[in-house]
């Protein structure tokens, strides 16, 4: 067979050999079935939250009790800012009261000495004892400087006890009405009234009635309480009252009533009628 009669013979299809360096083509995935390969989505179980101007991520389950711990330690810091705020105006009233206390202790001493300068005879001592005489006017004179600053220092730590004393009950008012607003539902001038009327009545004083309402809390949600209670009692108490009656109405009769005639002026058959009713009467 010559080279061009065996270049014009058919062929067997060759194969072709895959390259094993070739990308596979994607596996098509089947309904429910996740394409193999591919990573399933995981559930983040993880919140971020925020304390004290800073992010973290904690796990869900732990949420409430950081809350929880969050709220304990904002609490815990809320109550030492108040006692430290407490225990520095206690301080300065304690400060005030000494300051007025060593005050007046200083009058009262300087009371007593000068009482006993005011027994000496200053002319009879000057002619005796001129140089002793002056010493001891100089001596007075000092002394009676002293008490004089004294009843100035006496007279300012009064008026600072005094003005920290309005201050801190102007706060106590304040500080109790946004309780009272608070925890009493409905709080009212009207309310007020009524508790203030109601405690006159169980033998409360008026000024210990008013101290309470403005400085008191708790005394005020407990009278407020038993008005409740009473207020309830007086209802329950009360006899029933019979329901009203209602009037029923007058049934109007259709067409206007007929006046008797006189019989002589009445026709035959009126006049029949009428007999028929005087002798159904008289039986």
Partial sequence: MSDIEATNLPTEPTAEVA???????PETATDGEQPQGQA????????????EGQKYRIPKALKGEFLMQQDYTRKTQEVAETRKSLEAELTQVRKFNDDMINAKAEVVALDKTLAQYQQVDWTTLASQDPVKAQQLWIDYSQLKDRRQQAVQQYGQAEHQLTLKSQQEFAKRVEETKGVI?????GWSPELEN????FAKTIGFPDDRIKLAMATDPASVKLLHMAYQASQMLKKATQPPQAPA????????????AKADKDPSEM?????????RRQIAQRR
């Avoid at 399933?40 to 304390?51: G, L, S, Y």
């Avoid at 009656?245 to 206007?256: D, E, F, L, Q, R």
């Fill in 19 to 25: 390259d094993p360096n070739a990308e596979l083509p």
């Fill in 267 to 275: 026709t035959d058959k009126e006049f029949a009628a009428w007999r």
């Fill in 245 to 256: 009656v209602t009037p029923k109405p007058v049934p109007k009769v259709s067409g206007a």
């Fill in 181 to 185: 607003q608070r925890d009493i539902q």
């Fill in 40 to 51: 399933q989505p995981v559930e983040d179980d993880h919140e971020e939250v925020e304390r």
């Fill in 194 to 197: 009524n508790l203030f009327g």
